[in-house]
């Protein structure tokens, strides 16, 4: 079993900058594949970044990287999410999720249905 819990979401003009954090504990060695999605009121979950523990592997959604940086610390078990010029439309309630390894590569990262564990959420609003 592994639990996540997430935190740094808040509200913030558009343009502004939030930094999430994913603290991970339990059996973290079983799911080494780290990953932030994010779902908005009447919308798909979708892929936002995702990170190997191992290193090597790192990934973001389509037009995201750029403006988001996935970052981890390993020692303390914990993953980040950096969301820099945050527009409207970033408005979302975002997760972490972790995975097995098979996970993180390019055609599988961002399918939400391949992960097994999940935070409970933070949500992040941005005004214009």
């Known amino acids: 079993q592994v639990q996540l819990v997430e935190s740094g979401g808040g509200s913030v003009q558009a343009g502004g900058s939030l930094r999430l954090s994913c603290a991970a504990s339990?059996?973290?060695?079983?799911?080494?594949?780290m990953a932030w999605f994010r779902q908005a009121p009447g919308k798909e979950r979708e892929g936002v970044a995702a990170?190997?523990?191992?290193?090597?592997?790192?990934y973001y959604g389509d037009s995201l990287k750029g403006r988001f940086t996935i970052s981890q610390d390993n020692a303390k078990n914990t993953v980040y999410l950096q969301m820099n010029s945050l527009k409207s439309e970033d408005t979302a309630i975002y997760y972490c999720?972790?995975?097995?390894?098979?996970?993180?590569?390019?055609?599988?990262?961002?399918?939400?249905?391949?992960?097994?564990?999940w935070g409970q959420g933070t949500q992040v609003t941005v005004s214009s």
């Open positions: 339990g059996n973290t060695y079983i799911s080494p594949c």
């Open positions: 990170t190997y523990r191992g290193g090597g592997r790192t």
């Open positions: 999720a972790a995975g097995s390894s098979y996970d993180c590569y390019p055609g599988s990262w961002s399918i939400s249905s391949r992960y097994l564990y």
